[in-house]
């Protein structure tokens, strides 16, 4: 019994399960949200790398000079047992063709990469899908990559070079998928540039499979060197390599079949003074290569699956998020559309009433707005009082300055009211314009969180967004002026040196108290009616800080978070009134696409997952 045949047995149970998963998800178009375990067949131009394939597909693919494979071509090798006829199928995007005869897959091919890459020699990254079904293939799938191109012809692009090895280097950095880098054994493998960019990715080659082809060309006295290669002493890799010895093209001009080609590749080996030890040691022919490459992948897909799931369940989770961030679609029916305007205006008008009440959700690292501008509070309020609240020796040299310079013809001990509703009146001056500062701050806070919400609420509705804002901004602009007349108005009122006779007669008692126990800020040389003004000073200048801590910033949340809000809102349910629901929910044709390509994404994830009911754990050849 062959090898393949007792691979195949010995596999039937875990190795199909195993590859029909992964093509199952591959089928799905899972490519584009997931990295899959694969074999990735790469080489330079005239590797050899088409050789390869067909003797593994027991097929003709196409050939010829320059770049061959123009797109991703995935091999989708199946045994069949019971069958003995051959079947065939061609997919690439929404096309599907049935093969009924080897004969028709090379002109399917040239003719699915004319379609996704055009005309001449470019390439694409769209995948082409060759599933081949046959008593003589093992059960194995592929993914034949373009040839490296180090020079471009007159059809191709000037970079073609470079956008080949983008390609490639797209695959193969992949920790999912295994490299299979075919060289000619004729060649010395440290140049070429197959296994040098396999080489940059999987440094150790624990990824890298490597496949010498064309033995029958090697010269004569470098046989060691390829014995050497093959037994991985030149370059080394993890996997290693093997050798196989592939049709020619005198072998296709004289139509040699594959079958014919296979036995003579074993009699090649068999008969061959230095590489005969190789097919000992299975590291020589197609079907050692093929078991050898069907339990490669087979263990490998076991090994990344606990992976896949965790990229599965994360991919699921943000295109929840994506989705849902999107909203749904707007509906055709008229009544429906008016619906759905009151629904989007509703879930914004509870989004706002959220931040005015203080009870959005929010996550970390974020905050409440409130807590946010509960902090330009608290820092305004520092910086007022760090003003107002003067040590000892600044008190005495400002108050002892200003009666030097506005005494009149009183004599010494004589208190001067004007002088001290004079430096009342300065101080109040020089705050006024922080606390206006601090009104600009928090409006910026109020706007950049509604923006937040129109464009969460509204993202996929420009014309909806663009009412909303125009809303936004001249509510908001209203209100702040009303904020700011509000607030010029409380210092114009400062400015009336007043308090009740009890609040300012207690905070006077506990100033000089302090004073009086060696707690407070005048020392007794002072002159007594210097002393006397700062005690005063200290205790109005306290009262007024404490009355402005308060009321300026209850002005600010009254106009910027209160009233704007609820005017907002109000405004925004007169919209659903005017009738204009048509011109509001216009969405944006980029936001349409993109809700239909995360849908169809959901759609392959969840049938992913119901897929995902793996054949068993731990390697199949246990």
């Given at each position: 019994m062959s090898k393949i045949s007792c691979l195949s047995q010995l596999y039937d149970k875990k190795v199909l399960p195993c590859i029909d998963l992964v093509d199952s998800l591959r089928s799905l178009g899972l490519e584009k949200d997931l990295n899959l375990p694969a074999i990735a067949v790469i080489g330079d131009q005239s590797s050899g790398k088409s050789s390869v394939l067909e003797a593994l597909s027991g097929v003709a693919l196409p050939r010829g000079p320059g770049i061959v494979t123009r797109c991703p071509l995935v091999l989708k090798l199946r045994?069949?047992?019971n069958d003995k006829i051959w079947h065939g199928l061609l997919s690439y995007k929404d096309h599907t063709t049935p093969l009924k005869d080897p004969a028709e897959i090379e002109n399917a091919v040239l003719y699915a990469q004319r379609v996704l890459a055009g005309d001449g020699e470019g390439i694409s990254h769209e995948m082409i899908t060759l599933e081949i079904q046959s008593c003589t293939v093992p059960d194995l799938t592929l993914i034949d990559l373009p040839g490296i191109a180090r020079v471009a012809t007159a059809n191709q692009p000037k970079d073609i070079d470079k956008q080949i090895k983008d390609l490639i280097k797209k695959y193969i950095e992949r920790q999912e998928t295994i490299s299979l880098v075919v060289v000619p054994a004729n060649i010395d493998i440290a140049t070429t540039e197959a296994l040098q960019m396999a080489s940059n990715v999987d440094s150790t080659g624990e990824r890298t499979l490597g496949i010498l082809t064309k033995p029958d060309l090697v010269d004569k006295g470098m046989e060691e060197t390829v014995v050497r290669t093959v037994n991985n002493e030149v370059i080394k890799l993890t996997k290693g390599y093997m050798i196989v010895k592939c049709r020619g093209q005198n072998d296709i001009n004289d139509k040699l079949d594959l079958a014919k080609a296979l036995e003579n590749e074993r009699k090649f080996f068999e008969?061959?003074?230095?590489?005969?030890?190789?097919?000992?040691?299975?590291?020589?022919?197609?079907?050692?290569?093929?078991?050898?490459?069907?339990?490669?992948?087979?263990?490998?897909?076991?090994?990344?699956?606990?992976?896949?799931?965790?990229?599965?369940?994360?991919?699921?989770?943000?295109?929840?998020?994506?989705?849902?961030?999107?909203?749904?679609?707007?509906?055709?029916?008229?009544?429906?559309?008016?619906?759905f305007l009151v629904m989007k205006i509703r879930q914004f008008n509870d989004a706002l009433e959220n931040v005015k009440r203080v009870e959005e959700d929010v996550k970390k690292p974020h905050i409440r707005v409130f807590s946010k501008i509960r902090e330009e509070f608290q820092s305004w309020k520092n910086g007022m009082f760090a003003k107002t609240n003067k040590t000892e020796d600044t008190l005495?040299?400002?108050?002892?300055?200003?009666?030097?310079?506005?005494?009149?013809?009183?004599?010494?001990?004589?208190?001067?009211?004007?002088?001290?509703?004079?430096?009342?009146?300065?101080?109040?001056?020089?705050?006024?314009?922080?606390?206006?500062?601090?009104?600009?701050?928090?409006?910026?806070?109020?706007?950049?969180?509604?923006?937040?919400?129109?464009?969460?609420?509204?993202?996929?509705?420009?014309?909806?967004?663009?009412?909303?804002?125009?809303?936004?901004?001249?509510?908001?602009?209203?209100?702040?002026?009303?904020?700011?007349?509000?607030?010029?108005?409380?210092?114009?009122?400062?400015?009336?040196?007043?308090?009740?006779?009890?609040l300012y007669s207690n905070q006077l008692y506990n100033v000089k108290r302090k004073s009086t126990a060696g707690q407070g800020l005048l020392a007794a040389s002072v002159i007594p009616d210097v002393r006397d003004m700062a005690y005063h000073l200290i205790s109005y200048l306290t009262i007024t800080s404490e009355r402005l801590a308060n009321q300026v910033p209850l002005i600010v949340h009254y106009h910027m978070l209160d009233q704007y809000i609820s005017q907002l809102q109000s405004a925004m349910l007169l919209k659903i009134g005017e009738n204009?629901?048509?011109?509001?929910?216009?969405?944006?044709?980029?936001?349409?696409?993109?809700?239909?390509?995360?849908?169809?994404?959901?759609?392959?994830?969840?049938?992913?997952?119901?897929?995902?009911?793996?054949?068993?754990?731990?390697?199949?050849?246990?």
């Open positions: 045994k069949i047992k008969e061959h003074p230095h590489f005969s030890s190789l097919l000992e040691e299975e590291k020589a022919t197609i079907p050692c290569l093929a078991g050898r490459l069907t339990k490669e992948l087979c263990e490998h897909i076991i090994k990344t699956l606990p992976d896949l799931q965790k990229q599965l369940d994360v991919k699921l989770e943000k295109t929840y998020v994506a989705l849902e961030a999107l909203g749904d679609a707007v509906p055709l029916d008229e009544y429906e559309k008016i619906k005495r040299v400002e108050v002892a300055e200003y009666v030097r310079t506005h005494r009149g013809k009183e004599l010494p001990g004589f208190s001067n009211y004007k002088t001290f509703e004079s430096i009342v009146k300065e101080y109040i001056e020089d705050l006024e314009e922080p606390a206006l500062k601090m009104l600009k701050d928090v409006t910026g806070i109020v706007r950049s969180s509604v923006d937040h919400i129109v464009n969460t609420h509204f993202n996929s509705l420009p014309d909806l967004v663009r009412a909303a804002s125009e809303q936004t901004d001249g509510i908001l602009d209203k209100e702040f002026q009303k904020a700011e007349e509000k607030i010029h108005s409380q210092f114009e009122m400062e400015k009336i040196v007043y308090s009740q006779d009890d204009n629901a048509d011109m509001l929910l216009q969405e944006d044709p980029d936001v349409a696409r993109k809700r239909k390509e995360l849908r169809e994404q959901l759609m392959r994830l969840k049938t992913a997952g119901e897929l995902s009911s793996f054949c068993g754990t731990g390697s199949p050849l246990e």
